[in-house]
């Protein structure tokens, strides 16, 4: 828990990444800015640690639902169309993933789909909004999904010491410290 706190002081604006003011565009520029944001991070090795934490099918269908669901809020961020406050769904989705893993939320399939599945509209908004002033778009959102599967992969890695002899008290810490920093992101966006 003392690791999370010191990772969330040394992030001194967890809404950077998420600015509304256009992109630099490119697949490379899309590959580099999901690490560019914790809470962005967060989120996506959330889903593939909560997925491989439920097991089949949902190790599988999780980190599906997510970009595809993200794509469909990218295209309601272009279209601007009416969302509740973009920063406090994103700040949310960590904590609710994060405490999902640390409580041990068994879902059903269909409930940690929907769970999944609103948050990434918000991710998906987010960066929607920018995307029409990339300079290559469809570039830019290629690697963007790219790199954000692949976070969802460690998350499904990091998900493997649950096999290990005390992994899941392992793996349900890092859900603790990944919801604290959840509740500081909350923070920072309803103060905004």
């Not at 793996?171 to 909350?186: P, Q, Y």
Request: charged share 5%; hydrophobic share 55%.
């Amino acid at each position: 828990m003392v690791w999370a706190v010191g990772i969330g002081s040394l992030v001194s604006n967890p809404a950077a990444a998420h600015t509304g003011t256009g992109l630099p565009g490119g697949f490379v520029s899309g590959v580099i800015h999901p690490f560019s944001g914790l809470d962005h991070l967060l989120a996506m090795v959330s889903v593939g640690l909560w997925g491989a934490f439920l097991g089949r099918p949902l190790i599988y269908v999780l980190p599906v639902v997510f970009p595809a669901m993200m794509v469909v809020g990218a295209i309601m961020g272009m279209f601007v169309v009416p969302l509740p406050p973009v920063e406090i769904g994103i700040a949310l989705s960590v904590l609710v993933l994060g405490s999902c893993i640390a409580l041990s939320v068994r879902a059903p399939v269909w409930a940690a789909c929907l769970i999944v599945a609103v948050f990434a509209v918000f991710h998906g908004y987010a960066h929607g909004k920018e995307l029409p002033s990339a300079a290559d778009p469809i570039s830019y959102s290629a690697g963007f999904v790219l790199a954000t599967g692949l976070l969802h992969v460690s998350g499904i890695c990091l998900g493997l010491l649950n096999n290990r002899p005390n992994g899941v008290i392992a793996t349900r810490s890092v859900g603790a410290g990944i919801a604290a920093l959840g509740v500081w992101f909350f923070d920072q966006a309803i103060g905004t």
